[in-house]
């Protein structure tokens, strides 16, 4: 199957700091999607990429599909406690609708 | 609506029991799939099916079986529980094409093998 490295795998962080975190993979994807995950539930889709450069904003929470096609990023500005979670990429490598996904980061948020 | 609808929970199996893991949609998708996640992993894609009377195999299908006779039940079977299998289970369904194909996911079933 696919690899898809996401980094950090954890981040502690103060209430109402910006975090930045990335996804990568030896593959090209034509679709990237961002997915959060509260604790004992199924991850939840926050933001969906279609095309190359594309920068794509959910309130507080932006992220971008990579140049390259290989990589996204997401970033939270002014973190709040109900960030708190595991924050997944998931890319598509092309048409099919399976996505693969990256392992995950851990976010904790501290009042 | 309820969306995508897991039961049970929570279950622990012996070695060598079966068991079969449910899950219902009622958003009238024709893609679902199974997954699972283990700790400190991504989802690992066990099957997938893309209408009733149609599956395949996802990365890690050993030790699972799957059916779809209907658009909105896809149930997960495991014959022969092993230790290794022991994992929280994600059923999804989708809908292809357009640009609103994420997936909706259900909230997981714990399974737990000794």
């Known amino acids: 199957g696919q690899q898809l490295n996401q980094s950090p795998q954890s981040m502690f962080i103060q209430e109402g700091e910006d975090v930045s975190m990335n996804c990568t993979s030896s593959?090209?994807?034509?679709?990237w999607l961002w997915y959060k995950q509260d604790p004992g539930e199924g991850p939840v889709l926050l933001i969906a990429?279609?095309?190359?450069?594309e920068l794509t904003s959910n309130g507080r929470l932006t992220a971008q599909f990579g140049i390259t096609r290989k990589d996204s990023f997401l970033n939270i500005s002014a973190s709040i406690p109900s960030d708190v979670g595991i924050y997944f990429c998931?890319?598509?490598?092309?048409?099919?609708?399976?996505?693969?996904f990256g392992t995950g980061t851990s976010l904790t948020v501290i009042p | 609506n309820a969306g995508v609808t897991q039961t049970p929970k929570f279950r622990i199996l012996k070695i060598g029991q079966s068991m079969t893991l449910q899950c219902t949609q009622d958003?009238?998708?024709?893609?679902m799939y199974w997954y699972r996640q283990d700790p400190g992993m991504g989802l690992k894609l066990i099957y997938y099916?893309?209408?009733?009377?149609?599956?395949d195999k996802g990365e890690v299908p050993n030790g699972y079986n799957v059916s779809r006779s209907t658009t909105e039940d896809f149930p997960l079977r495991l014959e022969l529980a092993a230790p290794s299998q022991t994992s929280v289970y994600f059923c999804?369904?989708?809908?292809?094409?357009?640009?609103?194909?994420?997936?909706?996911f259900g909230s997981g079933t714990r399974l737990t093998v000794v």
């Open positions: 998931a890319g598509q490598l092309g048409a099919g609708n399976q996505f693969y």
């Open positions: 593959s090209i994807f034509n679709t």
């Open positions: 990429l279609y095309k190359a450069g």
């Open positions: 958003m009238n998708h024709n893609y």
């Open positions: 999804a369904s989708s809908y292809p094409g357009g640009r609103s194909y994420g997936y909706t």
């Open positions: 099916s893309v209408g009733a009377g149609i599956t």
